[in-house]
């Protein structure tokens, strides 16, 4: 009974602290963190230990796997150079330096434990550092990296501990250092390959939504407890298969089985990643009175927690500098002097480096100690960092992620798949085809697109694009149609099974127009190439930025016929002003197709985008 009370109540402070953080724009993890450290304090109040089993089995698959899912495995590789450099250099360097620190100032250490110290301080946790990165408009690419720096480094940490902690017990020589990396590291790349394979070739034959989502909840652990079982990294096998997966997720899944794992996934992972910084505040009341109950005075028990976390965060500042300087050096192309300096304080720790101290042996000199320094180190990068990087990413003035940029780029990525839906079209249907059902399958091919395009324009409150009014009216039936079912079904007339289908349909609907807002502005920054920029088209480069409207007021066509037009587009060789393709009349593409003028740009307030109809590129 105690322990379901227990996770009732880690759900219920999880959910209102999430709420709250929210309502006030405070970052999540560093609000429950607190609040765990306030709780702890609480006699009989959620007196949970951790052990290494909960977190490193219990709770570390399922965050790893949800990550990875959501990681682009082009991403990954376009940025793996800096990737490897903080997950696998930077946790060897720091786990080297804060050794040879911890070794120098906790009392009575031996170099054996001060190693496994900073193996168990070297890795970041990602999410804190994203959940900021996110808030302030941080640049996608840094975002990135941290993500994706976040799934290795916790196998190198685990790699260097379980070396540090076999040397406390006997001895260890390098050759069995490498070998144990080159072990856990291979064994965790080939179990994650097979499992990958495996899964995949499963989901193939799966078209059960409710089974797949099974399929997927069991994967993380399919990876890690045979990558474990072989002496590899159950880490890094979890990896490898969530980013192979996710990345074959398109042709391996059912658009619904699709849609109930990303969503199932999303409650999963904001549960467990609020509910480890809530245990985090919990264990400080414990770990305190471990060392109370020691023989060690204040000076000695404050003085190496402050000397461990100032090394822990210099330690990454000096490494990310010295790293782009050396590159810098040798002529690679690397990052300025303001990304080095957010990426260095982006080094928030986490739930890996609270439970792998728990790994320690109970015979380790001062292992009461090392552990209230792991803590100081994950609550103090927190706060410390955590409440000064949106300042720091501000002072800098990084360009954060361009909305009206995201808008473009996502109508002509939606706009060349329309275009290639219709190609489609045209090769398999057959001139017996009913020219009704063409007709309204070309309509819907460019729906999106339109609706896209209709999102660069001018807002509502100037004039209602015709995706908005279809939403508005939809919705009002919609909830019409919902209240009449309900009627029906407190009559008791119609079976139970059959007004929840009839229901579930409304549901659907009406899911699915929520998401039209929230598309238009969304676009993976992986869909870009280098084809797509505007340099790349001649048209674009030798058109003229303005030209003179001949028809300032209006689409020159709807204004002669007195129809109504949404969106204005001037062409940037003749100043003729056509209407959108949203518009009924489409005079802005007829005027091309009849006149062949190349580039048109946007003459609405607030934009200056151009696109070339010849080679359909934004610019």
Not at 312 to 335: D, E, K, N, Q, S
Not at 384 to 401: F, M, S
Request: charged share 20%.
């Amino acid at each position: 009974m105690n322990v379901a009370l227990d996770i009732l109540a880690l759900v219920a402070v999880v959910g209102f602290g999430a709420a709250v953080a929210r309502r006030f724009g405070w970052p999540e993890p560093l609000l429950l963190v607190v609040v765990g450290i306030g709780l702890s304090f609480v006699p009989h109040v959620l007196e949970i230990t951790l052990t290494p089993d909960i977190v490193l089995i219990g709770l570390l698959p399922p965050l790893l796997y949800a990550a990875a899912l959501q990681t682009s495995l082009v991403d990954f590789r376009a940025n793996r150079r800096p990737i490897l450099l903080l997950s696998v250099g930077l946790v060897a360097f720091a786990t080297l330096a804060v050794g040879l620190v911890a070794w120098w100032v906790v009392p009575a250490a031996t170099l054996s434990a001060g190693f496994a110290l900073g193996a168990v301080v070297a890795p970041p946790d990602a999410v804190a550092a994203t959940t900021v990165a996110r808030k302030v408009g941080m640049p996608r690419r840094i975002v990135s990296i941290l993500e994706s720096e976040s799934l290795v480094n916790d196998a190198t940490a685990l790699v260097a501990l379980n070396t540090a902690v076999a040397a406390i017990t006997a001895s260890v020589t390098p050759l069995e250092v490498g070998w144990d990396f080159v072990r856990s590291a291979g064994g965790g790349i080939l179990v994650g390959l097979a499992a990958a394979f495996v899964l995949a070739k499963i989901r193939r034959r799966i078209d059960d939504t409710v089974l797949d989502t099974t399929l997927s909840f069991a994967a993380p652990y399919l990876a890690f407890l045979p990558a474990e079982e072989i002496g590899g990294s159950g880490v890094l096998a979890v990896v490898v298969t969530g980013l192979l997966l996710g990345h074959k997720a398109q042709v391996l899944q059912t658009a619904s089985s699709r849609i109930a794992e990303n969503g199932n996934w999303r409650t999963v992972q904001f549960l467990l990643e609020n509910v480890v910084f809530l245990l985090i505040g919990l264990q400080v009341r414990r770990l305190l009175q471990t060392v109370i109950d020691s023989d060690l005075t204040w000076t000695q028990v404050v003085v190496p927690c402050a000397v461990v976390l100032v090394t822990t965060m210099v330690v990454r500042i000096v490494w990310v500098f010295g790293a782009a300087g050396l590159l810098r050096l040798l002529g690679t192309r690397t990052w300025d002097w303001r990304t080095s300096t957010v990426v260095s304080w982006a080094g928030m720790r986490g739930v890996v480096t609270l439970a792998a101290v728990f790994v320690l042996p109970l015979k380790t000199p001062q292992r009461g100690l090392i552990a209230l320094c792991a803590f100081v180190v994950v609550a103090g990068t927190l706060l410390i960092q955590g409440l000064t990087l949106p300042t720091l990413v501000r002072r800098l003035r990084l360009p954060a992620p361009d909305a009206a940029e995201d808008a473009l780029q996502s109508a002509q990525l939606v706009n060349a798949a329309a275009n290639a839906g219709l190609a489609a079209l045209e090769e398999v249907a057959s001139d017996d085809e009913s020219p009704e059902v063409m007709k309204d399958l070309r309509e819907r091919a460019m729906t999106r697109s339109n609706r896209i395009w209709e999102q660069l324009g001018r807002s509502q409150s100037e004039v209602e694009p015709p995706s908005a009014v279809y939403r508005r009216l939809r919705l009002q039936m919609l909830s019409a149609e919902r209240g009449s079912i309900l009627e029906a079904r407190d009559s008791g007339v119609y079976d139970d099974e059959v007004v929840r289908q009839s229901l579930q349909a409304i549901d659907l609907e009406e899911s699915l127009l929520d998401r039209i807002d929230d598309a238009a502005g969304r676009v993976d920054d992986e869909l870009v190439t280098a084809r797509q920029r505007a340099g790349d088209c001649e048209h674009l480069r030798d058109a003229p930025k303005v030209m003179r409207a001949n028809t300032p007021d209006g689409c020159e066509e709807c204004l002669r016929d007195g129809t109504r037009w949404v969106h204005l587009r001037l062409c940037l060789e003749c100043g003729h002003v056509g209407c959108c393709d949203s518009s009924p009349g489409r005079h802005s593409v007829k005027h091309y197709e009849q006149d062949h003028h190349p580039v048109m740009r946007s003459i609405e307030p607030g934009e200056a985008w151009r696109w070339c109809f010849v080679d359909e590129l934004l610019g």
